[in-house]
């Protein structure tokens, strides 16, 4: 879990606000990232996830089984974000740098 | 079965079980009407995903004998599909002989012979391994394993008999017409030229399936399963030696004969369809059969 757009990270992401079916798991996902995952990467994902032990289902509505992150997965998304704001940090403080570099030649 | 249900069975049935419900609501929910192209490549890009990996972790849970029993398993659909291929490569290569001048003739005869040689030694290699199996198969019978295999080998032997039926048809008819018809000329026989070829492919597939849901339930010993391991390896091997010389016949007769293939000079114009698919089935064969050969050396070690 690395980039931010793995479905993964994005799953883990939307399921630490709380329990969704697969449905509203992609809406918000949509709404939150810009991305839209197809039924095969989102559902692939979810397997994985589960197997993994970061998510698991809570019993069926109806047909639709909602999700909900598990403590490792509340860990695993702890650790990707604290990665990912780390790259963010580098990347933020590499930008300055080449900025003042630049104003300086200039 | 609507199109979505048919969707859904690109997943494994384990899969499905656990899964198929939540993932038909989600499709409910989330698209009225038609799946568009997008969603649909998804789920079956999806389930070939969750196949591959089904039958990773099947072939991880079997033992170390189980895994080369497995592995050349593989090994013989991958032959199989090289056998319909092959009958594909006979059809495409008939009477090459005449389209070439005696001098243009030597590499690609030396590369047909190459491949109707090794073609029949790979043939001997299967019958081999069959043979082996034979004790095994023996007991299995005789401790009532017939009700098990029968749907199988009934099946096949069915699709032998039509096919069977269909090459006398296809033969006496045959005899009644001249090259040329035999060659496209006579429609009503080229539409069942077509029908007899898919017959052989659906009877070869079907043995295979017999052979591989029979093989599947023998106990086969130790010394057996390495003979079958380093057979399985050796036809592997024929199968490249057969692809290599195909390839190197028809870049012959592309650059010496073109017109055999009836399109314009040049390489690319000797890309006719049926040469196309028999040559996807040949790679895609090979292909198969050398996953079944990592398969069984990485078992074999574990031995």
């Known amino acids: ?106 | 079965m609507t199109g979505r249900a048919r969707l859904l069975r690109c997943y494994p049935p384990a899969w499905r079980e656990r899964y198929g419900d939540d993932l038909a609501a989600y499709l409910d929910d989330t698209y009225a009407g038609r799946l568009p192209l997008r969603a649909a490549s998804s789920l079956v890009a999806g389930g070939v995903r969750e196949w591959v990996r089904f039958i990773r972790a099947s072939f991880a849970a079997l033992p170390a004998a189980g895994r080369v029993r497995a592995g050349a398993l593989i090994v013989l659909a991958g032959w199989a599909a090289f056998v319909v291929a092959g009958s594909g490569f006979a059809k495409i290569s008939e009477h090459f002989d005449s389209s070439l001048s005696a001098r243009s003739r030597i590499v690609p005869d030396i590369a047909y012979a190459v491949v109707q040689d090794v073609a029949t030694v790979s043939g001997l290699i299967v019958v081999i391994g069959l043979v082996l199996a034979v004790p095994a198969l023996l007991r299995l019978l005789s401790s009532g394993g017939w009700p098990v295999i029968r749907r199988h080998v009934m099946r096949a032997a069915v699709a032998s008999a039509v096919t069977a039926g269909t090459t006398i048809a296809v033969a006496a008819w045959a005899h009644q017409l001249s090259a040329a018809q035999r060659n496209g000329g006579n429609a009503g026989y080229a539409a069942l030229f077509l029908a007899w070829a898919g017959l052989v492919a659906v009877t070869v597939a079907l043995w295979t399936v017999a052979v591989i849901g029979t093989a599947r339930r023998l106990t086969l010993p130790r010394p057996v399963l390495l003979a079958e391991g380093a057979l399985a390896t050796a036809l592997t091997l024929g199968m490249l030696i057969m692809l290599v010389a195909a390839a190197v016949w028809w870049a012959a007769m592309a650059s010496a004969a073109p017109s055999f293939f009836g399109g314009a000079p040049g390489i690319g114009a000797a890309w006719t369809p049926q040469l196309l698919a028999t040559a996807t089935l040949m790679v895609a064969g090979l292909a198969s059969a050398a996953v079944g050969v990592v398969r069984i050396a990485q078992a074999v070690r574990a031995m």
């Open chain 1, 1 to 106: 879990m690395r980039r931010p757009n793995d479905p993964p990270v994005l799953i883990l992401t939307s399921l630490a606000d709380g329990p969704k079916h697969g449905h509203a798991l992609a809406k918000d996902i949509e709404q939150f990232a810009g991305v839209t995952l197809g039924p095969g990467a989102l559902y692939g994902a979810i397997t994985r996830l589960e197997e993994r032990g970061l998510i698991e289902a809570l019993p069926a509505e109806d047909r639709r089984r909602p999700y909900r992150i598990t403590a490792a997965g509340s860990t695993a998304l702890t650790a990707a974000v604290a990665e990912m704001r780390r790259l963010a940090d580098v990347g933020a403080e590499r930008l300055a740098r080449s900025v003042t570099r630049r104003r300086r030649l200039a």
